[in-house]
């Protein structure tokens, strides 16, 4: 089956670092991956996308990367704030298909 | 949240009685979804709808059945609730106008609907 797989369910670190995320696809290439944000209580928000062609997008201090060798996307996070804590999950994208999403990522950052 | 407002917010229910969720959305979206999202789950698709009248089901359909008699109003209906379907409902949509569908259109979402079942 397909799968879109975040394999860490938290992740801590220290204010002024970067945060680094993964999401894992198997069994597809998934074409487009699309990110997202989501605070408690809320619902989530769109972040970036990018194409299984590019390597890199930037939004300010946020990246993701595509390895497509390694059937992987990395999200960034630069300069991390206390304000970026919340959970963050990767989708994958196909034509009209429905978006599957990972599990999510809750990420905290610590002033 | 672009527009898309869910209701009721907070929901308890008894186990077997019908529960109906709302969501309307102003921007004239063409597609919407319900999701529902659970601790080790994360969000899973129940039905979608991809024009009036059009749905389709979606990887935990069972339990659930949904009807769209106007672009603007997604209903999801449970039939006979049972405490397996308490969980944290969302609503998205997308305007449907891209070429290459989702793949470069973003989901708008609602703020959720928390259902607890009894």
């Known amino acids: 089956s397909q799968k879109i797989e975040q394999n860490s369910e938290a992740l801590n670190i220290q204010e002024g670092k970067t945060a680094t995320l993964t999401c894992n696809y198997t069994n597809y290439s998934p074409a487009y991956l699309q990110w997202y944000r989501q605070d408690p209580g809320r619902g989530p928000v769109f972040l970036l996308l990018?194409?299984?062609?590019?390597k890199e997008k930037r939004k300010e201090r946020l990246k993701v990367t595509f390895d497509t060798t390694l059937k992987q996307s990395l999200f960034h996070i630069t300069a991390s704030q206390p304000a970026d804590s919340a959970t963050y999950l990767c989708?994958?994208?196909?034509?009209?298909?429905?978006?599957?999403f990972g599990k999510g990522t809750r990420l905290s950052v610590i002033a | 949240d672009a527009g898309i407002t869910q209701s009721p917010r907070h929901k308890v229910t008894e186990t077997g009685t019908p529960v109906t969720l709302r969501c309307h959305q102003t921007?004239?979206?063409?597609?919407m979804y319900w999701y529902r999202q659970d601790p080790g789950h994360g969000l899973r698709l129940i039905h979608y709808?991809?024009?009036?009248?059009?749905?389709d089901k979606g990887e935990v359909s069972d339990g659930y059945s949904v009807s769209r008699s106007k672009t603007e109003d997604f209903l999801l209906t449970l039939e006979s609730a049972t405490s397996s379907q308490t969980s944290v409902y969302f609503c998205?949509?997308?305007?449907?106008?891209?070429?290459?569908?989702?793949?470069?259109?973003?989901?708008?979402f609602g703020s959720g609907t928390q259902l607890s079942v009894l």
């Open positions: 709808s991809y024009g009036v009248k059009d749905t």
């Open positions: 998205a949509a997308r305007p449907g106008t891209g070429v290459l569908g989702v793949t470069n259109e973003k989901l708008f």
């Open positions: 989708a994958r994208a196909s034509g009209n298909t429905p978006l599957v």
């Open positions: 921007e004239n979206h063409r597609y």
């Open positions: 990018i194409r299984e062609n590019e």
